[in-house]
């Protein structure tokens, strides 16, 4: 029976097994609800040594070859001990996870004998046009007597575990590194010597990416983690600008109907994976990034950075994965519309339902370089307008891209002792082409943080992303040099977050990608990112040295839509003896969140005279009907302010974000949340303009509700308060989200959430005796 050991994490346990990393033979614990300490069912052990006289019993008036009536695929069992039991398509079909066995039961039509029947496993890759056993897409087992050993990790293995008359009970074991993907299974039955027949599972069997196993690639040893990253099916989002961060809930939706059918299609039809790569997560990942936007390969999604969305669904509307997977599913085509927390929320969907632990990240003031330059450059004309044509750079109020766990086999060990291994940063949302198509990374977080921008894949962009300088430049013509402004090298990257581990909270992250700002750290690994860079911009000379006077823009941080405002520049004469004039003018437009302007809101000039040591203040106040009409979906500005001290060759530019807050939905429960009984739930919106609001929809999605309910709301009065009331079955007992979109002309892009305890019914709390004690068991089935 072979010796050899390996550790094998099942169950959130860490236990020392067999190689075939069995985990029938241990005690099972689920890995979700409340009440995980307390439920341990057990699996009762089969018979490891085969009854003898029962494998000798035959239907000696028979000579026919052995037939397979039907196959038992103990779906609740193996559903359940690979952590699929939540997938919709768990009713219809074996998904099981890549280095972990499954049980079958073959029930044949006379009894089995082993000494004149034979019987193999044949199983391939269902896409694959011609599999090949040297591909790993076409796999033979005969399986071996006995489940003690199935095997190398790196190899499929079988093995009977009970045979009784006509059934036959056996484990099969995929490799850790087969190909994820749809498998056809076939069951070939031999009478010695004579013909032999054949036996098609007539159900779809889905190996995925296994997280649990030590072996997989993807293994992620943290049991939280695993119930945040994979298990989850609801996250946050967040969006705003970096002085006003906001949380949106998004329903991944990983576990609903047509989500797992349509996820493992993208690896073949849009990501154009070879069936014999679907294994390499570091392939997937970088084909997901591509298939997920539609640029290059008509994949899921189509984006628009404009404020037209005719044709489609604004980005905005969207509340989760699932509706676009579902229409991508049953369409083939494009999914209009969306932008970078689409890009990231389907991703991330895609990547849990395959088995590949992912989260979403969210990085404030991000640099879109579009030179490889690793700064990002702002030239400004004589009249303090920013030129959009040589002004190709761009800083996105915030960008979201996504992370996924793996090892880096294909890169070693950097300097310094340095391992790529754990979190890499991929992108699906079409920036910039890498090796002709749109998509970014897999990139290695620690590579980015370390400056080694040339490692694959996108090193460079992710840094500069995070850790570019802001270089203004005073541009006076095509033949004219150059002056530099100002230079700002605390502007890009902030608050880098992703939410927390099994709280609905932020995590702030920013000390992963990148080493403290001002610190010895943080500058030398960005002159050692400049030196790989091969990028040569000419710098032609600085600004004149100037420092007795100094500009600074204020703003109020928490500004309600509906609301005036005030933007504030305060400049101070530092001078002893010298009086100064600066003249100059503050600006404020409304804009995309991608930093680009959409419309003036308002200007303003100025000219100030400065007595020795004095401060003045400029104040420009900008009321709601300066930018109700102007006001983008996202609600953001753009505020910056030029001037010049005069007699003097210094000039002043800065430029900065802000967003105006929206009110959040509200929920309420009228009475018990009960596992599949009925409550009333009641969703609030108040309105924070000065208008009437017309024309509303409220979008409301969850754990049991199929398609999403909507509500038209005709119109809330000014001071008013709209409200809509349904029932809610919640589908199992632990915890849920329920999560809210309102819409409409006057006020867009308000949403709202609530997380929850569902207590189990009566009839789900058993009562279980052991000894002298009698525990109480909860029956849960729910993803924390």
Known sequence: MGNKFSSYDISDKVVQSKTCCCSYMEKWCPPWGPHEDAYEPTITPKNEKLNQSSREQTDSGSNAVLRVISV?????????EHHTDHFFAANDSLIVRRGEPFRLRLNFDRAFSPSRDAISFIFTVADDKKPNPGHGTLIGLVPRDGIDFLGDPLEWGAGIEEHEANTLTVLIKPAATCPVAEWKMDIDTKLMGDGSKSFSLPVPMYVLFNPWCRDDQVYMPDREQRKEYVMHDTTLIWRGSYNRLRPSVWKLGQFERHVLECSIKLLGTVGRIPPAYRGDPIRVARALSAAVNSVDDDGVLMGNWTEDFSGGIAPTKWIGSTEILQQFYKTQKPVKFAQCWNFAGVLTTVARTLGIPSRIITCYSSAHDTQASLTVDIFIDQNNKKLDAETTDSIWNYHVWNEVWMTRPDLGVGQNGITYDG???????????????YRLGPAPVAAVKNGEILRPFDCGFVYAEVNADKVYWRYNGPFQPIKLLRKDTLAIGHYISTKAVLKWEREDITDSYKYAEKSDEERNVTLKALKQSRHAFSRYYLNDTFNEVEFEMQLKDDIKVGESFAIVLS???????KTYTAVGQLNCESALYTGISNEAVKAMPFEIVLEPETTEFVRMPVEFEDYFKKLSAQATFNISCAAKVRDTDYEYYAMDDFRVRKPDIKFKFQGDIVSRQPVDVIVRLSNPLPIP??????????????????????EIPVGGTAASTFKYIPPYAGRGTLLAKFSSKELDDVDGYVHYEIKPRPEDI????????RTTIVRTDVIP
């Open 423 to 437: 979190w890499q940063a991929v992108d699906a949302t079409p920036q910039e082409a890498s090796d002709n198509m």
């Open 766 to 773: 058993l009562m279980n005796g052991h000894r002298n004690s």
């Open 72 to 80: 038992d695929l103990y779906r609740e069992e193996n559903h359940d």
């Open 693 to 714: 609001v017309r024309k509303g929809i409220f979008h409301i999605e969850g754990p049991g509700i199929e398609k999403p309910l909507r509500f038209k709301i005709a």
């Open 571 to 577: 400049v101070t004469n530092k001078s002893k003896e």
